[in-house]
């Protein structure tokens, strides 16, 4: 096992304008596993390929525990990676598949068909091993690809979307298998994924990223509880957080008819700016009785048993200014009697407000 570092690694595309990965420090902790997750485009898949070698570093360094892997080949970097396709050997059996890399490697016979024998056992696959990739089903192949690269026992594991081709279903029972079995292992793993509630279920902690820089770490509850900028609080969290400008005035920010309480010390903060962004999350919101709260036009009500979630904008706009405003989403007691259309009060609760500055997009409650 060991720690992975990036030391303001960058990787620059041949024609590019600016960095698909921009000086990106990051320190994974040994045997943590680590999530980066972002917006297609955001450069976590390319910072994993950089860790893998796969990828060229145009400056900086990245270390897999003491040693300087920066110009190492993948093969000398003791790691080992997941694909988002598997890349199983179709004329192969299971078994083969799982050992070949070891084969490669000259291990014995007999060493290979225990190690084989010992990741079978620990995935479930005791009873393909003598299958081919095309007699089984996506989520079984996606356990003979980790089945690789568990017999390797390497430093790290990469895994690059790895869940990506599996339906919803699937990929929520698999989820939860990966990432028990990297707790049972102790190997540090980087895990990329588009899929925030992936990375919320699964990491130790979270890497953030967009446009090729990274926004913010943290453990999944420190994400969601404290984001650092309007990017991180709007991708964290499903349904997403509420992010509804206002104006600065008196005694918080006012949305609508109604003014959201915010204390005199982050209003100093916004540093003279008229108009501020308030963050608050679905369940943070309370359905008002006594007429106090922001005025939202009822859209839609999903009602999923246990809960349901209200969905509209803010009441009193126009046609046009409704198509350009923000929808806001609150979860509401189940079984609440609401009709479309129907003007309703929603009071967030102010010391689960956030307040985001519009001038840096940073967090200043």
Request: proline share 5%.
């Amino acid at each position: 096992m060991a720690t992975v570092q990036f030391k303001d690694a960058s990787r620059v595309y041949p024609g590019a304008d600016h960095p698909a990965v921009d000086k990106l420090n990051l320190d994974i902790g040994d045997g943590e596993f680590m999530v980066l997750v972002g917006p297609s485009g955001c450069g976590k898949s390319t910072s994993l390929r950089m860790l893998a070698g796969l990828e060229e570093i145009n400056s900086g360094s990245i270390y897999i525990g003491d040693t300087d892997v920066t110009n190492l080949p993948p093969k000398d970097r003791d790691i080992a990676m997941v694909f988002q396709n598997y890349a199983l050997y179709p004329h192969m059996t299971v078994a083969d598949n799982m050992g070949f890399a070891l084969k490669m490697q000259g291990v014995s016979k007999a060493d290979r068909e225990k190690r084989v024998a010992e990741a079978a056992k620990l995935l479930g696959l005791e009873d393909f091993l003598n299958r081919k990739p095309k007699a089984l089903s996506g989520g079984q192949r996606q356990r003979v690809a980790m089945g690789r690269a568990i017999v390797r026992q390497p430093q790290v594991f990469l895994m690059d979307e790895p869940l990506s081709n599996l339906d919803a279903k699937l990929r929520v029972s698999t989820r939860t298998q990966i990432a028990a079995l990297q707790q049972r292992l102790g190997v540090t793993t980087v895990y990329v994924t588009h899929d925030q509630v992936e990375a919320m279920t699964m990491g130790d902690r979270v890497a953030v990223m967009k446009d090729g820089l990274l926004q913010q770490v943290a453990s999944p509850l420190e994400l969601y509880d404290t984001p650092k900028n309007i990017f991180v609080a709007g991708f964290i969290g499903s349904p997403a957080m509420n992010l509804i400008r206002g104006r600065v005035v008196e005694g918080g920010v006012q949305v609508g008819d109604y003014v959201v309480p915010v204390a005199r010390e982050v209003l100093d903060r916004a540093n003279g700016e008229d108009t501020l962004t308030v963050g608050i999350r679905p369940e943070h919101f309370t359905l008002a009785t006594d007429g106090q709260g922001v005025g939202v036009d009822v859209a839609v009500v999903e009602e999923l048993g246990a809960d349901s979630y209200l969905y509209g904008t803010l009441a009193g706009l126009s046609d046009d200014e409704r198509l350009q405003a923000p929808q806001i989403v609150a979860r509401i007691g189940a079984r609440q009697p609401l009709d479309r259309s129907q003007v309703v009060r929603l009071a967030p609760i102010p010391e689960n407000t956030h307040v985001f500055s519009n001038a840096t997009g940073e967090r200043i409650s």
